[in-house]
Nanobody
């Protein structure tokens, strides 16, 4: 069973930056960040496989960077050039298989509790 705990959310001004962290414990092969704004469905932001491959949603490309430390215990999402539309609850997620996709949140089996990001 994979456990995840996010931190680093908060408030930022338009054009600012935030760095989210997620402590990951347990075996996993894929990790990812998702977000959900009120009244919307959860959407993928970025994913990272154990082979180092990454995937990004279109809105995240060029602004957000997903990374993980060598011990695979801390997942990070660096968010730059933040916009009000980035306001959402951000969740980290993990899976024990590489057959999962940020377009399909249901393919990830373990989730953190979320951290709020507000951009104004």
């Amino acid at each position: 069973h994979v456990q995840l705990v996010e931190s680093g959310g908060g408030s930022a001004q338009t054009g600012g930056s935030l760095r989210l962290s997620c402590v990951v414990s347990g075996d996993h092969r894929m990790v990812a960040w998702f977000r959900q704004a009120p009244g919307t469905t959860r959407e993928g932001v970025a994913g990272l496989g154990d082979d180092g491959s990454t995937s990004y949603a279109e809105f995240a490309k060029g602004r957000f960077t997903i990374s993980q430390d060598g011990a695979k215990t801390t997942l990070t999402l660096q968010m730059n050039s933040l916009q009000p539309d980035d306001t959402a609850m951000y969740f980290c997620a993990a899976a024990r298989t590489t057959y999962c996709f940020i377009d399909l949140p249901s393919t990830f089996t373990s989730w953190g509790q979320g951290t709020q990001v507000t951009v104004s």
